[in-house]
């Protein structure tokens, strides 16, 4: 006699926005081979997927991601992704695992594991929901620094930062919003992402891309630290012998 069956993810994910009190209006589709349920507005794709866990028989991931429905990368750099926010404060038992790992895949004739319902009731809808549009994300994807914090959840976007000023110029040309476009530009003409490495990434996304972004592969790279720079901190360390009277 066969043992429990697992659930269908499909049937999961149903589950999930019941038990979860997630918000009407989503489309349950197949993502990557994994299963999303997807809500859009504003310009934004927000999507909730449960993967299997690899290398663990019976055990499941979530995660929320978030892109621009006129920009959707193939695979997984380019994404917004969240994860608690770091020195959350949680009851002892309470704390959420971190980026939402190992929980019972449920099975025949049983529930959905306790802890994934309070992490995705706690953390899915201000994660889902985390950015406004498609300008929040943009200013999301050129952000050079730790993950954004708001409330108790983290925010981010994937890739090296030469790739995200891609993204950028993408969303900024996919979405009408030159802003965007030129705060991509300033962190290439600041120094702090190379030229050569906006080309390399452009090169490799030019094949997805939505918009002609051609102009990218030629773009120069700009020295960070200019000559004066570099001859203030080399005085500033090797100050000139005084000449002998």
Same mark, same amino acid.
């Given at each position: 006699? !066969?043992?429990? #069956?697992? +659930?269908?993810?499909?049937?999961? $994910?149903?589950?999930? #926005? ?19 349920? !997807?809500?859009?507005?504003?310009? $934004? ?39 608690? @926010? ?16 190992? &929980? @019972? ?16 009731? #706690? ?19 050129? =952000? ?5 914090? %708001? ?35 300033? $962190? ?11 080309? =390399? +990434? ?22 960070? &630290?200019?000559?004066?720079?570099? #001859?203030?901190?080399?005085? %500033? &360390?090797?100050? !000139? ?5």
């Amino acid at each position: 006699m !066969s043992g429990p #069956r697992r +659930w269908p993810a499909g049937r999961v $994910l149903r589950q999930v #926005r019941q038990a979860c009190d997630l918000p009407d209006g989503a489309t349950a589709e197949r993502v990557r081979g994994l299963a999303g349920l !997807s809500y859009r507005d504003n310009g $934004l794709l927000r999507r909730l997927v449960i993967t299997p866990r690899p290398f663990a028989a019976g055990r499941l991931n979530w995660l929320v991601e978030v892109c621009a429905e006129a920009v959707q990368p193939p695979e997984y750099g380019l994404w917004a992704r969240f994860a608690p @926010a770091e020195g959350l404060v949680s009851q002892p038992g309470e704390e959420p695992r971190r980026n939402f790992h190992d &929980y @019972a895949w449920p099975v025949t004739g049983g529930k959905l594991d306790p802890d994934l319902v309070r992490d995705v009731t #706690r953390f899915a809808k201000p994660m889902l929901w985390f950015l406004a549009d498609t300008r929040d994300l943009g200013a999301l994807m050129l =952000h050079p620094g730790p993950p954004v914090t %708001r409330g108790d959840v983290g925010g981010y976007v994937q890739g090296a930062l030469a790739a995200r000023v891609v993204g950028g110029v993408m969303l900024a040309r996919a979405t009408g919003q030159p802003e965007v476009e030129d705060k991509a530009r300033e $962190l290439v003409a600041s120094g702090d992402v190379r030229g050569k490495d906006v080309q =390399h +990434w452009a090169a490799l996304e030019r094949a997805w891309s939505p918009v002609d972004i051609s102009d990218l592969e030629t773009i120069a790279d700009v020295p960070k &630290y200019s000559p004066e720079d570099i #001859r203030r901190e080399f005085a %500033r &360390y090797f100050p !000139s012998e005084p000449e002998n009277p």
